[in-house]
């Protein structure tokens, strides 16, 4: 188990370990509820550059460290509250490091004001949704490159405080 040293924003110069945490996780970790083609088609989205610095550039990225600088995890946020990505490591899952992370997307998506939290959730992040409060908007078909992909559209609704 590695201890978390630090969640800090993503930048350019991390899409590298970015890209190679997101093609090794899915390949491994989604295998368990998807076919070696699903995967396989999955893992080719993250070859595409110009995704990544769209993530990096225009959503709030952030990502885990250990002490030794080992991305474990990331999770993107748009302005408008849809969690574009989150990836935990391979080797560490289990760990508490989505939780942090979703804690840091929850906190922001309040700092924005955003009534919700959506996202398009794998089969295998399913439950880990639901256990946060999240609901099922529908069961949908999502593309990958040349496959459709069975996965969820989930949403939290967040509540505040009047004032």
């Given at each position: 188990?590695?201890?978390?040293?630090?969640?800090?924003?993503?930048?350019?110069?991390?899409?590298?370990?970015?890209?190679?945490?997101?093609?090794?996780?899915?390949?491994?970790?989604?295998?368990?509820?998807?076919?070696?083609?699903?995967?396989?088609?999955?893992?080719?989205?993250?070859?595409?550059?110009?995704?990544?610095?769209?993530?990096?550039?225009?959503?709030?990225?952030?990502?885990?460290?250990?002490?030794?600088?080992?991305?474990?995890?990331?999770?993107?946020?748009?302005?408008?509250?849809?969690?574009?990505?989150?990836?935990?490591?391979?080797?560490?899952?289990?760990?508490?490091?989505?939780?942090?992370?979703?804690?840091?997307?929850?906190?922001?998506?309040?700092?924005?004001?955003?009534?919700?939290?959506?996202?398009?959730?794998?089969?295998?992040?399913?439950?880990?949704?639901r256990k946060l409060g999240f609901v099922v908007?529908?069961?949908?078909?999502?593309?990958?490159?040349?496959?459709?992909?069975?996965?969820?559209?989930?949403?939290?609704?967040?509540?505040?405080?009047?004032?």
């Open positions: 188990m590695r201890a978390i040293e630090c969640v800090r924003k993503a930048t350019i110069r991390d899409i590298p370990a970015l890209k190679q945490l997101f093609r090794e996780t899915v390949l491994s970790v989604n295998r368990q509820d998807y076919t070696a083609e699903e995967v396989a088609d999955w893992a080719s989205c993250g070859e595409n550059d110009e995704r990544w610095e769209k993530i990096v550039y225009f959503y709030y990225t952030l990502m885990v460290e250990d002490e030794d600088g080992h991305v474990l995890g990331f999770a993107a946020l748009s302005a408008n509250g849809y969690l574009n990505s989150m990836f935990v490591h391979k080797d560490f899952q289990g760990q508490g490091i989505a939780s942090t992370l979703y804690g840091f997307m929850e906190r922001r998506a309040r700092a924005l004001k955003v009534s919700a939290i959506t996202a398009d959730v794998s089969l295998t992040a399913y439950p880990f949704f908007e529908k069961e949908q078909s999502y593309p990958a490159n040349r496959l459709f992909l069975k996965n969820y559209k989930m949403v939290k609704y967040l509540e505040y405080d009047e004032e």
